[in-house]
């Protein structure tokens, strides 16, 4: 949305949970989505524990181009 897009725009390009995968790499949109907001706000809050947990252990974490 940072870069003026709707949710509903949002939505269009996204794929279901079991095509994730392929559509970071590029190969798929708009097949078995949207993303349900509880999926994308789970998957924030476990990948921010994940990050804390890894700086804890004095590692410095590198999330690849996905906020975290």
Same mark, same amino acid.
């Given at each position: 949305m940072s870069l003026g897009l709707t949710?509903?725009?949002?939505?269009?390009f996204s794929t279901g949970p079991g095509h994730l995968p392929w559509h970071r790499m590029g190969n798929i949109d708009n097949f078995d989505g949207p993303l349900p907001l509880s999926f994308i706000d789970a998957k924030r809050t476990l990948q921010s524990k994940i990050l804390d947990r890894l700086r804890e252990l004095g590692m410095n974490?590198? &999330?690849?181009?996905?906020? &975290?």
């Open positions: 949710p509903m725009e949002i939505d269009e974490p590198v &999330a690849p181009a996905f906020d &975290a």
